[in-house]
């Protein structure tokens, strides 16, 4: 049984097997997602590549972009074989490319299409639970019928798990980037759909800006679902544990998370790993905080020439600290 109260959002090119590695190393609990995956590219891609983790990300979900059922259906038979703890149906990203491949959010329009893409995928799955992560509704639909309509096709297939960012996407006239900030939250209409169907699991997502906000608006709800928080500030994973799941965190700083994720690096780069592949999701843990500039400059300068190494990691460790200590 996944614990899905506290989850880092898939987010597309940020949360790859490094970035789920890095987080791991502040939150044993957190549910982590991998980056929204097609169907198509599973199926004919680099399967190793695309799909490989470390069993250090346990429990992982791999998120699946698709609108063909046979093709869905085999993506997550070979996601549940590679050990994915849960599949997720992407029904909310509102990108050009996906509207161009008729995934993603604009199949808000077709819930009787979503139901049997749901289907398709857990009968393929297995045991391995399979999820949808939707909108509120797209462009002009009124979003309490847009959602229940979703929801109830989908749940009357069989689907107990929902993810909802609580905004509208707009296919026509706002950009992805704008459609993470400019249509309002609807927390309530979350919060609605819960007291209304309370057999169903629901998560809240979209806007949540830390581990506070997130434990305030998860009143009445089953779960919250963090993105750009939890990836721009890292070091809020630091409190999940202890704060939602009542359990001690990993590593009591984000020092000793670093060190922590160093031991993976070096790992990472005797396989060919470029090593600002990984130290890219680490540059904003120290933002804020005294010789955070020195962090992330380190990093940014060195980690990208050829050759680089851990030792980056630890210079950089130790030159913040010195900027601290001379900044006190």
């Known amino acids: 049984m996944i614990d899905r109260r506290f989850s880092v959002a898939p987010m597309m090119d940020w949360t790859d097997r490094h970035c789920r590695a890095f987080h791991r190393t502040m939150t044993r609990h957190a549910l982590l997602y991998s980056e929204m995956l097609t169907a198509d590219a599973i199926i004919h891609g680099d399967r190793e590549r695309l799909l490989g983790f470390d069993a250090v990300e346990h429990p ?21 074989a590679f050990g994915y703890d849960e599949i997720n149906l992407n029904i909310g990203c509102p990108s050009d490319r996906v509207q161009a491949g008729r995934f993603g959010a604009c199949l808000m329009r077709e819930p009787e299409l979503v139901a049997s893409l749901w289907s398709a995928s857990q009968e393929a799955a297995g045991d391995v639970p399979v999820t949808i992560k939707s909108r509120i509704g797209v462009d002009d639909q009124e979003p309490h019928e847009a959602l229940y309509a979703l929801v109830d096709l989908s749940a009357r297939a069989g689907c107990r798990t929902f993810v909802v960012h609580a905004r509208k996407a707009w296919l026509d006239g706002l950009s992805p980037k704008e459609n993470r900030d400019v249509p309002p939250l609807d927390y309530e209409l979350v919060r609605a759909l819960k007291r209304d169907r309370p057999e169903l699991e629901i998560i809240l997502n979209g806007g949540l800006r830390d581990v ?13 679902m963090l993105g750009r928080a939890a990836y721009q500030q890292p070091a809020l994973l630091l409190d999940v544990d202890e704060r939602v ?13 670093v060190e922590a994720y160093i031991p993976y690096v070096e790992a990472k780069l005797t396989k060919g790993v470029a090593l600002h592949a990984m130290t890219r999701h ?14 992330r400059r380190v990093l940014s300068e060195r980690g990208v020439k050829a ?22």
Do not use: C, Y
């Not at 009143?219 to 919250?224: E, F, I, P, S």
């Not at 359990?247 to 998370?257: C, D, K, L, Q």
């Not at 680490?282 to 962090?295: D, E, K, Q, S, T």
């Open 60 to 80: 992982v979900a791999l998120q699946l972009g698709g609108s063909d059922p046979k093709k869905m259906a085999e993506a997550a038979r070979i996601g549940a």
């Open 212 to 224: 506070d906000h997130a434990l305030t608006e998860m009143h009445g709800l089953d779960g919250v």
């Open 245 to 257: 799941f009542g359990a001690p965190s990993p590593h009591a700083s984000r020092e000793a998370a």
């Open 282 to 295: 680490i540059l904003g843990l120290f933002n804020a905080r005294p010789g955070g500039r020195v962090w």
């Open 307 to 328: 050759g680089a190494g851990a030792d980056v990691v630890r210079d950089a460790l130790a030159e913040m600290s010195n900027a601290a200590a001379l900044a006190a």
